[in-house]
């Protein structure tokens, strides 16, 4: 299987490498971006060929990863459309809907939108995949055998779908980054060190996420099993919930979906 990937920024580099780890042949990647500096550096660490521009190399691959910024999707994609024949084709860009890449790919039907994020560059992300149309089942496992390779995989039904995706675990990170943040910075304040306050941060949410993971219990349950009454986790979250902390990050994720949909209004337009 040869694939081209559109881009060769931070998350096309952790999927290439995430094929190579499982024995995918860097001869069969190509990579299309118009800087030097990003094409010299895929081609020194992964062996993968690599262009300027897509042209007569496009003509073979049989999968392309459109993983240019979103508001870069409409040339990238006019550009490649006289060069390929029928591969299929996966965005993995935010907000860019089936429907108008369809259309800047001379209407072409086998598409995948894909929604990964950045722990994918460590292969532990998390990605949301809905398949367009005119793809069947085979370009279903395709599309999950690649963004497979950076973590785990979940199929969605409806595209709509992908803008809740965009805003949980695409944007999701910055979440855990913005609490990380601020538990180190009340270590900090409680007079521990500097370094010693971002480690405790640090794997407090790693042991949270594994423990949750395999433990397999919901997240209420494994908060209650940690708060004993009358104690200082109780007290911590009585105080999170005064101030009213939960309904306000779950108004925050929902204007994350709200503005996912809004941009996928704004690139869509020609």
């Not at 010693?196 to 407090?204: E, H, V």
Request: hydrophobic share 50%.
């Amino acid at each position: 299987m040869k694939v081209a990937f559109i881009g060769g920024g931070n998350m096309a580099s952790a999927i290439i490498g995430g094929l190579l780890q499982k024995d995918f042949r860097a001869g069969d990647v190509v990579v299309a971006d118009v800087h030097a500096p990003t094409r010299a550096r895929v081609a020194e660490r992964f062996g993968a060929s690599v262009v300027e521009a897509p042209g007569a190399e496009m003509v073979a691959v049989d999968v392309v990863i459109m993983a240019v910024k979103p508001q870069q999707m409409r040339a990238a994609a006019v550009a490649l459309e006289p060069h390929i024949k029928d591969p299929l084709v996966i965005t993995i860009a935010a907000g860019i809907r089936l429907a108008d890449l369809s259309r800047w790919l001379g209407g072409r039907q086998r598409l995948v939108r894909a929604m990964p994020n950045t722990p994918a560059l460590v292969h532990a992300g998390i990605t949301g995949l809905c398949l367009g149309a005119g793809a069947g089942e085979q370009d279903r496992q395709v599309a999950d055998q690649l963004l497979g390779a950076v973590g785990a995989t979940l199929w969605l039904d409806r595209e709509e779908d992908l803008d809740s995706v965009t805003a949980v675990s695409g944007s999701g990170p910055a979440y855990v980054f913005y609490a990380m943040e601020a538990l180190e910075a009340a270590a900090r304040d409680l007079g521990l060190p500097a370094e010693k306050s971002r480690a405790l941060a640090l794997w407090t949410f790693v042991g949270a996420a594994k423990l949750a993971i395999e433990r397999g219990e919901d997240p209420a349950t494994l908060r209650a099993n940690v708060t004993s009454p009358g104690g200082t986790t109780e007290r911590a979250l009585q105080a999170m919930e005064a101030a009213g902390i939960k309904p306000q990050f779950i108004a925050a994720v929902k204007a994350a979906a709200v503005r996912s949909r809004e941009l996928g209004e704004e690139f869509g337009k020609d």
